[in-house]
């Protein structure tokens, strides 16, 4: 069996690392090897998201019929081996990029992929998400977080916690409980909440590192419109599986951890 590169793959490096060598400046070089860096300057990461989605690279494993450039896994993953190489900083959209975006592209309906895919991938609209609870954590059918119907709206109340960037967030892709009938994980709802509301306080969790880059996150009245719930109302644990085939599937961090520990 002939495991080395075919010779597309390899003319597909050299595009990235050209273009990495004309476009990305030497000075933002060598950040977030290894994954997150808690230093990081936010306008940095969004401008080079910036960079990245006009020359279509945050499109790169979608169909061709979306707009993407229909890559292969092994081109994605030589894609991420040139980022790390480079020293590439992170984006600062990351989940809203490689978790949310596709997911709408899947689940969500015209008026959402309208509204929100571009923007995300622009980095005009920042996402985090919101899963994790304090006691709902690998156990994430134990969710609590309520979200119910009141005057044609949904009224989220509950609590959130690890959620990555949220202290910078726009917006959160959510899961709340919209039923306590029969089985747990098929009474959630997944939603679209706006971070700059009245109900929702973000309050940043400090690591013994001195860094911060999860938060807590507390609803207490935060309403949602019916257009930014994704799916059906109980459709939320079909939707989070969908994302987490998107964050496991993500060859993404792999080439930088390997990066950073010198292998
Ligand atoms: C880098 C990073 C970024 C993250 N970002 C986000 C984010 O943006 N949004 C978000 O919602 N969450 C985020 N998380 C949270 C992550 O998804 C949680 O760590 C996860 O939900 C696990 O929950 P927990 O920490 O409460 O652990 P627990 O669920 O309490 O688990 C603790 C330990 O017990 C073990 N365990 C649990 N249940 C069982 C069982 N039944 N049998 C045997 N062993 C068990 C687990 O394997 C684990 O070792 C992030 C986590 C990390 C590390």
Redesign the pocket.
Known sequence: MDLSFTKEEESFREEVRSWLDDNLPAEWRHRGVG??REDDDEDLQRRWQRMLHEARWLKLGWPKEAGGRGATPVMQAIYQEEMARAGAPMILGR?GVTLLAPTLLGHGTQWQQDEYIDRILSGDLVF?????????????AGLRTRAERKDGKWVLNGQ???????HYADKSFL?ARTSTEGEAHKGIGFFLVDMHQPGVEVRRIRQMTGGG??SEIFLSGAEVDDRDLVGQPGDGWKIAMAVFGFERGGLAQAARFERAVGT
């Open positions: 994954g997150y989940l985090c998400q919101g899963f994790s609870e304090p006691d709902a954590g690998s156990d994430l959130k916690t690890w959620s990555s960037g949220a899961l880059e999860f």
